[in-house]
């Protein structure tokens, strides 16, 4: 169950940020993930903006546009809870 209310994920941004998870379950990041994001969380609307910078650097492992979604999202401070929660999500899942 979400713990995000009221915060409308378009299916696009839905898509960005569980391939962004997977990406970091499967290179075995989601616990310096995890902490990097609760310790940037008073400043997720910043981390947002950085991220549309980063956003060259990044394409070369991700696509841009994925990116660039998940940027979008984090500018809604409950953004930051739906990305935590989806990257726990599939590490569960790679779990089992």
């Known amino acids: 169950m979400s713990v995000v209310s ?3 994920v378009s299916p696009e941004q839905e898509a960005s ?3 962004v998870a997977d990406f970091i379950v499967r290179f075995g ?4 993930a995890l902490f ?3 310790t940037m969380r008073p400043l997720s609307y910043v981390g947002g903006q950085f991220m549309h910078v980063l956003t ?3 394409s070369t ?4 546009h994925n990116w660039e979604q998940m940027a979008a999202l984090l500018e809604d401070r409950r953004g930051m ?6 990257i726990e999500k599939a590490d569960r ?4």
């Open 6 to 8: 009221n915060l409308e």
């Open 17 to 19: 940020v569980d391939k």
């Open 29 to 32: 990041m989601t616990t310096p």
């Open 36 to 38: 990097t994001l609760e």
């Open 56 to 58: 060259p650097a990044v």
């Open 61 to 64: 492992f991700l696509s841009s």
């Open 81 to 86: 809870d739906y990305v935590l929660e989806r």
């Open 93 to 96: 899942e790679r779990e089992r």
